[in-house]
């Protein structure tokens, strides 16, 4: 039955139904007795295996095609009708030669299968700021990630209105030769063919939450972003906020779900978790920048995550969670992944689904882009601003990567056309999120370089507009950090996760002018003791060197930033040119 009498929903899905040529149709209401009756179906096909009950209730484990297991960012398109309106940073074709060649892989792609309709919600429903969308797709295991990313159900189609995002994914033959994920922002729809895996099929988070709504954004005045979203409160007990932009696997979820060092923890400080991937920004009643988190759910990176380093995010985990491509211990029936323990199953199978042994293999038993799929309300430190439709207001922007050199630990913005420029020359490590190589410099600028959905350029613009519109007084402060520089033996040197937030402290009392910053070429910094170093065994001396700016490394640095920035020729806005001019005159 159909939840909805809205003709443009229904014609719609009635033209894909066509193409797709489906066997039946069925529509999700996120039930609880829906997705029981689904998870059993995905159970009995082998889509899915039911894990130990007892120790992960509700808790499921999915391997994907071994050919299919990150984003696909050379299989990625922006189609809209003028190239140049896509950028040079952006995979384009005519909408009308797109349409016609995806046509072809759809054609009957769901014979013998199921469509399932899902009317999900970005943001919480019903709220002035929420945008809906149906995804169509004939994957049990899509409908199920929806369910916990999205807010899925009869709510949603009962206030869905003509300006839906329309999303189709179809699994075909998870063909990667002919896998396409494309987005045609003039019409509001995503169309995704032969994947299976995450950001490639859970067409709600980046194809809509970043590519389609930041070009929404761009035409209405808000903006879509890479960002988590988290409070710090202090001592005192109050709580601020901070959005913070790091590329794929680069610690967004771990920073957002923080646990305090002991010495910290003992005075009062936490961290509050509001979002761990995307943020929604606009100017609130006070004139403010207040962002939201559109998801409802966190889809993290498994490898890493334990006891020690992210405990709240294990905790999520411990029920109704979908673990993909991750090890399967058979001896209790639970998970396993790198750097979860140091006591890897013997009796296990690995993420192609083959048999493994954890004290034999040379081989890694989990994917390094193995995730879980969480519901947000299981996290420990969720914050009680999570469903305020409103957001939070922002006192910190926080840009950051993966640099084995040149970025120090942390500096800061002279202000926000600064600002601007540091998020705009942002480079990063490259991660397993994304096919292709590993570890190689990329410039990623404010990580959205996989995400924007119309031209680079133009989206620098808009960042700089939103500052004009706002005014330096009640802007957030802007900051970039690296957690991950490393010594002579590829080491990393500062010890990151739940330590980061001795750095986040000093970013708040800037933010809040509450100490003073050293002037250096590439922007204010602490001295090495403005860091407190209580409870931790790290010399001076080292943070010295974290904070160290390079100018040599910083001169090459410019070097391939005039180079990036020529990609975009007379587009790049001058506001940026000037402060790569200046940049380059304070380094000498
Ligand atoms: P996406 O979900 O792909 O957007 O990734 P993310 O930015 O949320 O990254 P996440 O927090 O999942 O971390 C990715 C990897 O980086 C994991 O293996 C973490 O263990 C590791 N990591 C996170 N924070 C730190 C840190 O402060 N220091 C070090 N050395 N590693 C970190
Ligand atoms: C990322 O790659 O930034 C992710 C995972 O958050 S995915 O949903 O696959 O994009
Ligand atoms: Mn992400």
Redesign the pocket.
């Known amino acids: 039955m159909a939840l909805t009498t809205n003709r443009a929903v229904l014609d719609w899905i009635d033209e894909m139904a066509a193409m797709t040529q489906p066997d039946q149709i069925v529509w999700i209401d996120g039930t609880q007795s829906q997705i029981d009756d689904l998870r059993a179906q995905a159970c009995a096909t082998g889509e899915l295996e039911q894990l130990n009950q007892e120790l992960l209730p509700d808790c499921y484990l999915h391997r994907t095609a071994v050919n299919d297991v990150a984003r696909v960012e050379d299989r990625t398109f922006i189609c809209c009708r003028k190239q140049e309106d896509a950028g040079p940073t952006n995979n384009w074709m005519d909408p009308q030669e797109m349409y016609a060649k995806l046509k072809q892989l759809y054609a009957g792609a769901m014979k013998g299968r199921t469509m399932y309709v899902i009317p999900y919600s970005m943001g919480v429903v019903g709220s002035p700021f929420a945008k809906y969308g149906i995804e169509l797709t004939d994957s049990i295991y899509v409908v199920l990630n929806m369910c916990i990313m999205t807010r899925v159900g009869q709510a949603v189609a009962d206030v869905i209105g003509d300006d839906f995002v329309k999303g189709l994914h179809a699994k075909a033959d998870i063909d990667p030769e002919n896998r396409y994920i494309v987005h045609f922002p003039e019409d509001n729809t995503i169309m995704s063919v032969n994947s299976g895996y995450g950001g490639n099929v859970l067409l709600g988070k980046k194809c809509f939450a970043l590519r389609i709504a930041s070009y929404l954004g761009h035409n209405q005045g808000w903006m879509a972003e ?1 960002m ?1 979203i988290l409070g710090l409160q202090n001592p005192q007990g109050e709580v601020r906020y901070l959005g913070a932009a ?10 957002a779900m923080l646990i305090p060092p002991a010495a910290y923890k003992e005075k009062g400080w936490k961290v509050w978790c509001v979002g ?2 995307i943020a929604w920004i606009r100017v609130g009643e006070d004139g403010r920048l207040w962002a939201m988190n559109p998801e409802n759910g966190f ?3 498994a ?3 334990n006891e020690k ?2 405990p709240n995010a294990l905790h999520t985990t411990e029920k109704g969670t979908i673990f993909t491509n991750v090890v399967h211990n058979l001896d209790n029936n639970t998970v396993w992944w790198e ?1 979860l323990d140091k006591n890897p199953p013997e009796n296990a199978v690995d993420w192609k689904g083959n048999p493994w042994n954890g004290k034999t293999s040379a081989e890694k038993g989990a994917h390094p882009n193995s995730r879980f799929t969480a519901p947000a309300k299981n996290c420990p430190c969720i914050s009680p601003e999570f469903e305020n439709p409103k957001g939070v207001p922002l006192s910190a922007i926080v840009f950051g990567g993966r640099r084995a050199k040149t970025a120090p630990l942390v500096y800061q913005a002279h202000n926000w056309q600064h600002g601007v420029f540091m998020g705009s020359i942002m480079a990063s490590e490259t ?1 397993a ?1 994304a096919a292709g190589a590993v570890g190689v410099v990329r410039r990623d600028p404010m990580a959205m370089l996989p995400f924007c959905g119309y031209h680079m350029a133009d989206y620098w613009q808009h960042w700089l507009d939103m500052g004009k519109a706002v005014g330096e007084e009640k802007l957030p402060k802007i900051f970039n950090v690296n ?2 520089r490393t010594d002579e033996e590829g080491n ?1 040197i ?1 010890p ?2 739940g330590d ?1 937030l001795r750095v986040l402290e000093w970013i708040m009392k800037r933010a809040f002018d509450e100490t003073d910053g050293v002037e250096t070429p590439i922007g204010y910094q602490p001295r090495a003791t403005d860091i407190n170093l209580e409870g931790l065994d790290f010399s001076l001396e080292t943070l010295e060197g974290l904070l160290g700016v390079d100018v040599d490394l910083w001169k090459e640095e410019v070097k391939g930033i005039h180079e990036f920035y020529q990609k975009f020729g007379e587009k790049v806005p001058q506001a940026l040119v000037e402060e790569l001019d200046a940049l380059e005159q304070r380094l000498g």
Do not use: I
């Open positions: 890479h988590l790091f590329p794929s696997a680069c610690g967004k979820t771990n920073l761990d991937d889809f993290g990176v490898p890493g995550t380093s992210n750097g991660t999120a957690w991950f990393f500062w990151g996760f980061n």
